[in-house]
DNA sequence: TTGTATGCGTTATCAA
DNA sequence: TTGATAACGCATACAA
């Protein structure tokens, strides 16, 4: 390996000098400098992270902790972040958490290990254990997807409104004539699950529908799909539902598939609405009526958040929330309305 | 930060025998190692990776350059290769390319500077200059979605077998009855593009049809999207065709986009066949014939590979083809067959 | 304008 | 069974 001591012995100079001219840090002569950016290129030399990390305490490196299994949108955000990170100089470092707390713990510990100067979550359930140790170590985390309830120093959090936009989907099913709204959220541990499903809740009561139990069912548990179960439990109820909120992405793909077995067909025999879209949404059918979450705004603004806390670590914790777009088109079965792009 | 000599000092031993028992290295009296692991657990220690790294020459970490735009595989490939490498022991750098040769420079020199142990590289059109580099320094380095021409010494690829599967999709077209298939390509600078395309005149001469440029459009220059004029030019030719092979995913998206500006439906107006699957292909309509690559397998013979290279460097190169399959569904307007799942 | 010396946290060598 | 010491590559305080 060729280190900065082989450059500054080509261009007999002090390995001080060298370094200085790499990172523009003191006045050079520029016949001196001239000398050494030869020597840089006649040596192939690349300066070494690790060295200079080891010495100033920065790797110039964010840490991003999310599932990949569970999160369709995982391509899409990642991309979003490293795009925003990268134009601000720093590199990417990956830890799976596989959407299992225990997973996730190694995934973060591994993170800390490589020294990462910040970090990005998209928390599964249980995270709160990780950042107790993330807060003690004083490393700016921003949560993705996920919004705290209790506020903590140095940890900042971005999402979108799950709640009302939830209720609209509902409302809306209300307002064509639906009665028998059924949900299939994802995993119930999910913050978002929650918020969701209370938003569904409040779509029904405000639309005077009967409170039924029945008609919300798990369509994932942990790592396991379990919306093929939900739709059957649904199907066979007394009184079946005519229409479904389908809590994210992964529950959307599940559910269709499951209705497919019981040759059903939306809108015509089920009225379908979900939360999350697809990018491809207007070009295959049935155009899903979805909300849909800003994804690259969700990236870049978590970036933004944490950049803004590398600059100044004491910042109030702040927790932002993006608006998500109804997306309406034709799943849902009135057809004359869609408006959707 | 709480280094080693902090625990080092609570467990009243020395900073070498922290180390060892952190590594297991050598034999230590179980009272001694006790006490450690105690100071440890006290402290909240955890092993810094850039000082060992510094140290030890390798930082445990793998490189991987690929660009999210234009791989609508993305998620998948990452993942695929997360869970490999993480069962290894290594963490996942990640460069993002851009598909763009200049970023891809870049995106090496940057994962080179934080010392990856190895890179996987999806590359874009002109990745030697960049290999050449890597050869010298002697990275281990795998290509994945492009297998070279040339061989080099330290550098493996893997990939999928591009050609013939093409040619089954044009034979097939052609067997139902089609004579004017056309198709969709993605970027021609890409090596895959390439093989693709040779497939297709290949199928194209195999069944006797008649040899028309024409019915040629690229569907991705560069980082433009230009499928759009592509299915106009198709179009508007004297004689139009009544099929079209879609060289990728993010092609198959734009031409159903425009076919659909058209008012035109698969495989009512025009049949449909795809190289690249959809995840959900199955549960939307129209449900695309498609030839669908092994991605995880991709991902995880990437790994091997490298694992393999990383365990013995001077391995001879290896290339390895996967073979696709195809997923015959209705799109190519020959319902009766449909044999796809 | 340039150079010398030091230390970041770790592990390997050598000695006890 | 354990410890003292040096070195990995770099950036900086200080000296010249």
New interface residues.
Partial sequence: MVTMRDVARVAQVSATTVSHVINKTRKVDPETERAVLEAIEAT?Y??????R??RTGT?Q?IGLAMS??SNPY???V??AI??SI?RAGY??????THDDPVRERRAV???????VDAMVIAPSGEADSVLD?LV?RRIPVVLIDRIPTRERPGVDAIGVVNEEPTARLVDHLAQIGHSRIATITSDPMLETTIERLSGYWNGIERNGLTRDEDLVQVGVRGSEETTDDAVATLLGLPEPPTAIVMGNNQVT?GT??AL?HHHMEAPRDMALVAFDD???A?????RLTAVSQPVDELGAGAVSMLLDRLADRDLPPRHRRLEPTLKHRESCGCTGLSTGT
């Fill in positions: 192939g690349l300066s070494d992270g690790i060295g990390s080891l790797t490196t990949a299994i995982f391509g899409t990642v991309h490293e795009r990268s590199s990417l470092l990956l830890a799976d510990r591994d993170l800390l290990s490589h020294r140790a003690q793909i269709m598939a497919q697809f990018p491809w207007n070009i295959f059918r049935p």
